[in-house]
């Protein structure tokens, strides 16, 4: 069974926000000219432990109920 780490999970979260705000960011302001590692070192600051917990706890649950084949 293959469990995934507290960081994986803060890296996805990230990766994930990262997917969905950049578009709508560069979309609302078109001046702006803002890369996804900027995005990127903007959202950091803003995950909660508890956000990442949730997403930890989600993946184990999946992970944990799926039979080993």
């Known amino acids: 069974m293959q469990m995934i780490t507290w960081e994986e999970c803060h ?3 990230r990766a994930r926000l990262v997917k969905e705000l950049g578009p709508e960011m560069r979309r609302s302001s078109p001046g702006l000219r803002i890369t996804d590692e900027e995005l990127d070192g ?3 600051p803003i995950i909660t432990r508890e956000m990442v917990n949730a997403i930890f706890t ?3 649950r999946n992970r944990f109920c799926r039979a080993p084949r």
Do not use: C, R, Y
């Open 11 to 13: 890296f996805e979260l």
């Open 42 to 44: 903007m959202i950091d």
């Open 58 to 60: 989600a993946h184990s």
